[in-house]
């Protein structure tokens, strides 16, 4: 009896294996969603929607964003970590999620490196310091000289506390010793929509969030993050033209929740890795600002322990603490 007990046990484990590898080879059966941790309309969300729209084409199942904001992207990142882990539930999300805010809450409903599977960088890019036609500067030595006339009289946004565009703003005050006041939003959607009105001054931007203002004249670049001025707007000067040395940039990812199949993990990563060398899309982010850069899970993985040290000490460095928004 024993013995029949465990040979139908291993008759069940066998079917289990089966349905299971026949499953992961049929990926995608199905519609799959894909959770971005911000509103409609930021940079994030251009380029979830952009690999959204790819793999729907190219993987024969509809792809579809999912906007989860709120709580610094920790609202996002918990729905996608809480996800079932089976391919048909992805997450996009930038170094704020996986790097910067981890060191910057001291309590998160997820954590970085054990709730997720990397899958691939999607893009890079740097940012933009953008301020609404109405402040008169046109230069980063402008912009330092009239914040040093003006201490904390210049209104910042930024997409959430700890993003990109806060605590690379944050970083640009400690090394020019100006004074702005911070106005946290929840996306750069619509920290955006706010500074286009007027009612903050000044945001480090993403390009893909605000290029198209800036070409319609309805917000004004006044320099760039990168080390060298960037092919799409070569206009505009880079910050380190007047601090040598300030180099800053945006990745995007697209990750997993943890234990999603590492089948699944390659089919994906294979799919975005000849997404991000086709012309067509390699040209559709280029007109967003960005710059499409694929990579191994292992070496977004790598990148992802890599910058939360180096976030950890920027954040302790310039004492930047929780406020709970």
């Avoid at 929607?49 to 610094?72: H, K, W, Y």
Wanted: glycine share 8%.
């Amino acid at each position: 009896m024993r013995r029949h007990f465990v040979i139908l046990l291993l008759l069940l484990s066998c079917v289990s294996s089966a349905v299971a590898q026949q499953a992961t080879s049929n990926y995608p059966a199905k519609t799959v969603r894909v959770i971005v941790p911000y509103p409609p309309g930021g940079g994030n969300d251009i380029i979830g929607r952009a690999i959204a729209d790819e793999l729907t084409r190219r993987m024969g199942q509809t792809f579809f964003v999912d906007n989860r904001p709120g709580g610094s992207t920790a609202i996002g990142a918990e729905t996608a970590a809480r996800a079932p882990a089976d391919g048909y539930h992805l997450f996009v999300a930038s170094q704020t999620t996986f790097a910067t805010v981890p060191n910057f809450k001291t309590k998160l409903p997820y954590d970085p490196v054990r709730d997720f599977e990397p899958v691939s960088l999607l893009a890079i890019q740097p940012y933009l310091i953008v301020v609404h036609p109405s402040l008169p500067v046109r230069t980063v030595k402008e912009l330092i000289a009239m914040a040093k006339a003006q201490p904390g009289k210049i209104l910042y946004a930024s997409a959430s506390v700890g993003s990109g565009s806060h605590l690379f703003t944050e970083m640009f005050k400690s090394q020019t010793g100006i004074d702005m006041l911070h106005i946290p939003y929840k996306g750069s959607g619509p920290a955006v929509t706010d500074l286009l009105g007027g009612q903050v001054s000044l945001m480090f931007s993403t390009a893909g969030s605000v290029v198209t203002q800036i070409n319609a004249g309805k917000l004004r670049a006044v320099a760039i993050t990168s080390a060298r001025r960037h092919v799409t707007l070569p206009q505009v000067a880079t910050v380190a033209e007047t601090i040598p040395g300030f180099e800053i940039s945006q990745w995007i990812a697209m990750h997993a929740p943890r234990a999603t199949p590492r089948e699944v993990i390659e089919r994906l990563n294979g799919a975005v890795t000849v997404i991000s060398q086709s012309k067509g899309y390699r040209e559709r982010m280029l007109a967003q600002g960005y710059d499409a850069e694929a990579s191994t899970p292992q070496q977004l993985a790598a990148r992802i322990v890599s910058e939360l040290a180096r976030f950890g000490k920027l954040i302790k460095a310039i004492g930047l603490k929780d406020d709970g928004v």
